[in-house]
């Protein structure tokens, strides 16, 4: 791990391989430890840059107001890079993709997995999945609510919590707990927003994205991915991921890594 100043912040990171470069953004319930079968395999062919997004995993969060998409750029500008592409999950394509209609001179490709879209708002039967799924959990615990969120995103409401792998089970639910602090925290800051989000902007894009899902994740999940492919000129819509959650990424990586290394340039 290294640390690099970024827009005023100490931001955590993981550097390996040389080529054109790719950076990691993680889902908002992890932190860049999601992408730990991912590096080493895109390493033998890429610059691969795993990092905490800041306020999550070993970055700081100092009390100044800031935007994750900015701090994207920031990061390629501390290290010398003029452009790279980005693989985001969850939050963590939300960012990407706000990065690319915010700098999009910056960014030359998006690899979305399970991925989020800025300004678009879950559906009725998302929240009801949640009520049937977990039901009410005190957020001040963040024990309890890390497991909630582990049992609904990375088991997802098709499976059993015994059809999951136990070891993927508890690595979600510690590094949830960590992004669970990391959410309080950022909730005391000015964190700034694309503006207009990305859902009603998605037919901007004009770059090549890669867009898939873990067949197991919430079917807005699913739905989105759909979207990002019908308006995004040229994008590629993978087939969902049999037997996969909302951490694609880490659950399935032979699928991912194979579809990043035929992907990427």
Known sequence: MAKIEVNGALLAYDDAGSGSPVVLLHAGIADRRMWREQVGVLAARH????????????SELPPTPFAHHDDVVGLLDALGLPRAALAGCSFGGAVAI?????????????????????????????????????????????????????????????RRPEDA?????????????????????????????LDPPAVGRLGELRLPVLVTAGAADVPDIGRLADRIAAEVPGAVRLPDVPDAGHLLPLERPVPVNAALLDFLL
């Open 98 to 158: 706000d990065t690319a209609l915010a700098h999009p001179e910056r960014v030359t490709a998006l690899a979305l997995f399970g991925t989020a879209v800025s300004g678009n708002e879950w559906s009725e039967e998302a929240n009801q999945l949640w009520n049937t799924l977990v039901g009410e959990v005190d957020p001040e615990d963040f024990a309890a609510s890390a497991a909630a969120e582990v049992r609904y995103w990375v088991v997802g409401p098709g």
């Open 165 to 193: 792998d136990p070891e993927l089970i508890a690595f979600a639910r510690a590094m949830d707990q960590r992004a669970l602090a990391a959410e309080l925290a950022l909730s005391a800051v000015d964190v700034a927003e």
């Open 47 to 58: 610059r691969v840059i795993a990092v905490d997004l800041r306020g999550y995993g070993d």
